[in-house]
Nanobody, 126 residues
Framework: QVQLVESGGGAVLAGGSLRLSCAASGYMFRPACMGWFRRAPGKEREGVASVSTGDGATYYVDSVKGRFTISQDNAGQTLTLQMTNLQPDDTAMYFC???????????????????WGRGTQVTVSS
């Protein structure tokens, strides 16, 4: 049984930093895409960052490029999102997700994710 458990959310002032972690267990398929998504109040869920466990390629939505960094441990059991220079528009519930639908470059599309964590709240105030 696949389980994804996020941690590390919180409240910060604009310009601050947070580090989100996702503990992944129970999945044996390799390679895979692992990603971070977010849903802000009144908005649709969007992909924020993803990583291919196969080749380590990373992808980011334009709004976070240069500020967020996604990483995974070698076993693919821990996914991390380092967030810097946070802005009020980054306020959202952040979710860790996993998909076995992998092919070269597929993680760019932020689609096909079938496994989700429950989320962790990030609140950025000005």
């Amino acid at each position: 049984q696949v389980q994804l458990v996020e941690s590390g959310g919180g409240a910060v002032l604009a310009g601050g930093s947070l580090r989100l972690s996702c503990a992944a267990s129970g999945y044996m398929f390799r390679p895979a895409c692992m990603g971070w998504f977010r849903r802000a109040p009144g908005k649709e869920r969007e992909g924020v960052a993803s990583v291919s466990t196969g080749d380590g390629a990373t992808y980011y939505v334009d709004s976070v490029k240069g500020r967020f960094t996604i990483s995974q441990d070698n076993a693919g059991q821990t996914l991390t999102l380092q967030m810097t220079n946070l802005q009020p528009d980054d306020t959202a519930m952040y979710f860790c997700a996993l998909t076995s639908r992998w092919y070269a470059g597929s993680c760019r599309g932020f689609s096909g994710y079938g496994y989700w964590g429950r989320g962790t709240q990030v609140t950025v105030s000005s």
